[in-house]
Each structure stands twice: as structure tokens, then as C-alpha cells.
Nanobody, 126 residues
Framework: QVQLVESGGGLVQAGGSLTLSCAASRRPFSNYAVGWFRQAPGKDRELVAAISRSGVSTYLADSVKGRFTISRDFAKNTVCLQMNSLKAEDTAVYSC???????????????????WGQGTQVTVSS
């Protein structure tokens, strides 16, 4: 069992930046592929970014490319989502998810993840 805890959400003006962090209870977190999902009111949950167990491979949704970065901090056992140039449409609850992985795979479907954090609200005011 792995517990995931997100932090770093909040209220920011359009054009601003936030960094979300996903901390795992189990070491090493590098045994797990990780994804960041978001869900806005009335919309389906969508994958925003994902990273392989080694951190070598990453995925970013087209809507956030050039603005968001996903990375791993192995020493801190965390995965971070750096969000720059935020827009009102980025407003959502952001959740990190993890699944045990042996192969360096990027997972795109929410059903492929076994562990979820509680979510953190990101609100971007225009």
C-alpha cells in the first residue's frame, strides 16, 4: 500500500506559477510510475502529466506543453508538477496517482493507476 499526499495548491492570478508536490509513504518512490490528473467541475478527469519510474520518460498533455513540467526528486521521494503561465482554464482539483512498474512505462489511463492522493485545489483567477 502506498499513501500519496499532494501539496502546493492554492489561488493564483492568471500568468502566475504554482508547484505541486506528490509525496509517497513508501520508499523508493522510483518503483512507481506517476501521473498528475485534474478534474474541473462538470468535466471528466484528464491526465495532465506523467513520468516513468526513472524519470527519463515524461508525458505532457497538449494543453499544458510549454507551461508545465513534471519531475522526480529521488532524495525527497516526491514527484513535482511545476506549473507556469497559468490560465483560468487550468482551474481544477489536481491529483497525483501511482502504479508499481518494472519497465519504465508511461500510463495514460486513470484505471491503470492503483494509488491516489486526496487532491489539491488549484484556482486561477483571470
Amino acid at each position: 500500500q502506498v499513501q500519496l499526499v499532494e501539496s502546493g495548491g492554492g489561488l493564483v492570478q492568471a500568468g502566475g506559477s504554482l508547484t505541486l508536490s506528490c509525496a509517497a509513504s513508501r520508499r523508493p518512490f522510483s518503483n512507481y510510475a506517476v501521473g498528475w490528473f485534474r478534474q474541473a467541475p462538470g468535466k471528466d478527469r484528464e491526465l495532465v502529466a506523467a513520468i516513468s519510474r526513472s524519470g527519463v520518460s515524461t508525458y505532457l498533455a497538449d494543453s499544458v506543453k510549454g507551461r508545465f513540467t513534471i519531475s522526480r526528486d529521488f532524495a525527497k521521494n516526491t514527484v513535482c508538477l511545476q506549473m507556469n503561465s497559468l490560465k483560468a482554464e487550468d482551474t481544477a482539483v489536481y491529483s497525483c496517482a501511482a502504479t508499481f512498474d518494472r519497465y519504465g512505462t508511461i500510463y495514460h489511463g486513470d484505471s491503470q493507476y492503483d494509488y491516489w492522493g486526496q487532491g489539491t485545489q488549484v484556482t486561477v483567477s483571470s
